[in-house]
Nanobody, 127 residues
Framework: VQLQASGGGLVQAGGSLRLACAASGRSITSSITGWFRQAPGKDREFVAVTWWTDGRARYADSVMGRFTISRDNAKNTVFLQMNSLKPEDTAVYYC?????????????????????WGQGTLVTVSS
């Protein structure tokens, strides 16, 4: 599967952006999809994950209540709506897809379960 991420850009603090991740190459209806981010000088960190089949989702504490992950099954696309953005949200955002091998959401908070990654899209939040 190939993933194409888009939607990043420069926004002022308090603003919003919507990232998109379009998947192609194989059916992903039984997969899980996650968003991670990596700020300069920091490790890649979990942001959000969703079950493709029923849309259940989990979020990192740092984005809870501000970010929403959703998907369009017909378009094989996953979105990350980011509201009330803060300067500390500045990072390269990556989407990733992997097989659903566990029913534990905590399992998908790490990069290892994902086998396909997008190229990343830069989000810069100015203060």
């Amino acid at each position: 599967v190939q993933l194409q991420a888009s939607g990043g850009g420069l926004v002022q603090a308090g603003g919003s952006l919507r990232l998109a991740c379009a998947a192609s190459g194989r059916s992903i209806t039984s997969s899980i999809t996650g968003w991670f981010r990596q700020a300069p000088g920091k490790d890649r960190e979990f942001v959000a994950v969703t079950w493709w089949t029923d849309g259940r989702a989990r979020y990192a504490d740092s984005v809870m209540g501000r970010f929403t992950i959703s998907r369009d099954n017909a378009k094989n696309t996953v979105f990350l709506q980011m509201n009330s953005l803060k300067p500390e949200d500045t990072a390269v955002y990556y989407c990733a897809i992997g097989p659903r091998t566990s029913d534990s959401f905590s399992y998908y908070r790490q990069p290892a379960p994902y086998d396909s990654w997008g190229q990343g899209t830069l989000v810069t939040v100015s203060s």
